[in-house]
Structure formats: C-alpha cells, structure tokens
C-alpha cells in the first residue's frame, strides 16, 4: 500500500512540476511502521513520538501549501497577470495525499499501540 501511494505521489509530482512554481514548503517524511506485538516500550514510545510529530508536521506542510496559493494570487494580482489555476489544484492534490498520510500514520499507530497492550498485559 505505501508504495502505491508512493508511486501516484511521484506520477502526480511529475505531471503537474511544469505547471506549478518550486514550492518552500517541504513535507515530513513518513516515520517508519513499528510492530506493537514484538516492540519494547521503548520503541513504542518513540513510535507514537513519530506518530505524532508527523502528523503536526503535515499539518504544517499543508497550512504552508495553501499560504503559496494566496501568496501566488495576490502577487498575480499586483503584477496584473492571470492566476494559473494549476498551482492551486496541484497544491490541494498534495494536501489531500498529505491528509491520507495522515491518516494512515495514526492508524498504523494506533494498531501498533493495541498489539503492543494486548502482547504486554500483567
């Protein structure tokens, strides 16, 4: 499953990149998946530290993708030129990715975290 997400991140960066200006803003990198059942607690706590430090940091990533936008509206604005309604739709297709990235991190998280309860009950 990641490497099909991988592979349309990549297909969709690579048809839109004549259409869209370089973007500042620079998206987290998914933290590596974590085996509850067979993590010590330690590992577990470093994992939902990664969880959740992800999860800020795309939000971050993607209030800075639609910042971008405005900025490039209203410089279009000022410079009296059309707005290319390309950047705005590639940047809410890398917000929607970065969403189900999102969502797919808690979720391997939180699985992580009830294997890991279930496997270490006293």
């Known amino acids: 499953m990641r490497a ?8 969709f960066c690579a048809l839109s990149a004549g259409a869209r ?4 803003c620079a998206e987290p990198p998914i933290p590596a998946a974590v085996d509850g ?8 706590r470093a994992a939902m ?7 800020a940091q795309s939000g971050v990533y993607q209030d ?22 390309m950047l705005e739709t590639s940047a809410h297709a890398r917000i929607e990715l970065s ?5 797919k991190v808690g979720a ?4 992580a975290l009830a294997a890991y309860k279930n496997g270490h009950r006293n």
Not at 37 to 42: R, T
Not at 49 to 55: H, K, T, Y
Not at 99 to 103: I, N, T, Y
């Open 64 to 85: 800075c993708l639609l910042k971008e936008v405005e900025a490039a509206k209203t410089q279009a604005t000022a410079a009296g030129q059309p707005f290319e309604p």
């Open 37 to 44: 059942a067979s993590a010590s607690a330690d590992q577990m």
């Open 108 to 111: 391997a998280a939180n699985s």
């Open 49 to 55: 530290a990664d969880a959740r430090s992800f999860i």
């Open 4 to 11: 099909i997400l991988f592979f349309a991140v990549l297909l």
């Open 99 to 103: 969403r189900k990235a999102q969502e």
């Open 21 to 24: 200006a370089d973007t500042l």
